[in-house]
């Protein structure tokens, strides 16, 4: 029995990077009994179960559940942690017991913190950072640059590293950016997130506010459309605008959005968090051909396969309404290396 700790995803918390991560992953054991263990300090008075055919949830409270979350630990053949944080509930059991585990990293969740100021969530999940990687047998890492950080963190470790990069579960190999190339000389620009900090919101908006061209349409997709709305107006009188669109649409209406799109802002700061990782915004639109605006360009292994972005400060009159068949061809490429990479038999055989 193969035991992943984590939650499963439903139908709401499918559509963020990491439910989508999970997913992904759990695409590979369809044939195993499996469980998802969601441990919890606070949550769940009750345990919570459900099942469907091999696969079983169960949400624990981690003190009222102890002993039903030992014998699962203990019941398990090999245990799947679905990043550092979900190991702090687990691992003390992971302790007590002794079995083969499978980290996949997600993200470098200790930096994460201390880039968020929260020095004792830092100091925390180091610890477990440090004590898995003395236990686990395999890390999985979504790029080769965060394979390379852990790696130089631990030189000790004798953890076996796999690189599975995060790719939507929406992509497929069949669209042709070539066919939605808009003939006309309106440039299309698009945002697709919300409005937390490290997304530079502000930036964007102050870039926007500089290049309201007479033939630039710019894009703002967002679950959070009232924020954003207000955030805006701050800057840009949008009631005198019809060249700012912010809406909020469905997973499925993306795709129309990116298609009729040039270039995409991912403002994101040359920092190790960014540096190493895989964003899903920016992996969606390099498939489309889009042309990401970055502050940036070290966004985890994409310029070392050269992806074409420009700089925010490079917007300009001359800019042209062209897609990037270069772009698109780093995420086939991608797909492609993702879909001949046996998931399994790389976890239950190593």
């Not at 009994?33 to 949550?43: A, V």
Request: aromatic fraction near 14%; include cysteine.
């Amino acid at each position: 029995m193969l035991l992943f700790v984590s939650h499963y995803p439903d139908e709401d918390s499918v559509k963020d990077g990491m439910s989508q991560r999970i997913v992904n992953v759990d695409n590979f054991f369809k044939t195993d009994e499996r469980i998802y263990l969601d441990i919890s300090l606070r949550r769940f008075p009750k345990i919570k179960y459900n099942s469907i055919g091999k696969l079983s949830v169960l949400e624990c409270n981690f003190f009222l559940h102890f002993f039903t979350i030992y014998r699962l630990f203990k019941k398990a053949n090999k245990i799947y942690f679905h990043s550092v944080l979900n190991v702090l509930n687990g691992l003390i059991f992971c302790l007590l017991i002794k079995r083969e585990i499978i980290l996949d990293l997600h993200g470098v969740v200790p930096e994460e913190f201390k880039m968020n100021g929260k020095k004792l969530c830092f100091i925390v999940f180091k610890f477990c950072e440090i004590v898995i990687f003395r236990k686990a047998k395999i890390a999985i890492c979504v790029s080769e640059n965060m394979k390379k950080f852990y790696q130089k963190s631990y030189p000790k470790s004798l953890v076996k590293f796999l690189i599975y990069p995060i790719l939507p579960n929406t992509l497929t190999e069949l669209i042709d950016i070539n066919k939605s190339w808009d003939n006309s000389s309106t440039v299309n620009f698009i945002y697709s997130g919300n409005t937390q900090k490290w997304q530079n919101v502000e930036l964007m908006i102050d870039i926007i506010s500089r290049n309201l061209k007479n033939n630039f349409v710019f894009y703002i997709l967002t679950r959070n459309k009232s924020e954003m709305i207000n955030l805006f107006k701050q800057k840009i009188d949008l009631n005198a605008n019809n060249q700012i669109i912010i809406e909020s649409v469905s997973p499925e209406q993306l795709d129309g959005y990116y298609q009729k799109c040039h270039y995409g802002f991912i403002l994101r700061e040359d920092v190790l968090v960014n540096n190493v990782a895989c964003p899903t915004k920016l992996v969606e639109y390099l498939y489309y051909g889009i042309v990401p605006i970055v502050l940036s360009p070290n966004i985890g292994d994409f310029e070392a396969l050269n992806y074409d972005y420009i700089y925010y400060d490079q917007l300009a009159d001359s800019l042209l309404p062209l897609k990037s068949n270069n772009n698109n061809l780093i995420v086939r490429n991608l797909l492609q290396r993702n879909n001949e990479f046996n998931f399994r038999n790389k976890v239950l055989m190593s």
